[in-house]
Nanobody, 127 residues
Framework: QEQLVETGGGLAQAGGTLKLSCKTS????????MGWFRQAPGKEREFVAS????????FSASSVKGRFTISGDHAKNTVYLEMKNLRAEDTAIYYC????????????????????WGQGSQVTIAS
């Protein structure tokens, strides 16, 4: 079974930077849109950022716009989430996800359209 393997979580100070990585197979990277979602304690899992196949189309939630950037490395079959100017409210478990050839904005930002999920990576921001 193909997997999404996340790395890079941890503890950071408010205002700091963290970068999450999500490594997958070539088949998934080349055929699936990739997204990042997060879930804080007691809250629903919410959309953070996404990237259509090829990377030309990207979307991010208003709460992270201008601070978080999603990108991909075709040679490594890896998608990244670079998080800058971190805030305490960014504390959550972050999940990488893949959805078969999602393209329009609604599909790319909707959790239920993603069928493959990573194990999650804890991000904790100390204020």
């Amino acid at each position: 079974q193909e997997q999404l393997v996340e790395t890079g979580g941890g503890l950071a100070q408010a205002g700091g930077t963290l970068k999450l990585s999500c490594k997958t197979s070539a088949r998934i990277f080349n055929n699936y849109a990739m997204g990042w979602f997060r879930q804080a304690p007691g809250k629903e899992r919410e959309f953070v950022a996404s990237r259509a196949v090829g990377g030309e189309r990207t979307f991010s939630a208003s709460s992270v716009k201008g601070r978080f950037t999603i990108s991909g490395d075709h040679a490594k079959n890896t998608v990244y989430l670079e998080m800058k100017n971190l805030r305490a409210e960014d504390t959550a478990i972050y999940y990488c996800a893949a959805g078969w050839r999602l393209w329009n904005e609604e599909d790319l930002t909707t959790r239920d359209h993603y069928s493959v999920w990573g194990q999650g990576s804890q991000v904790t921001i100390a204020s």
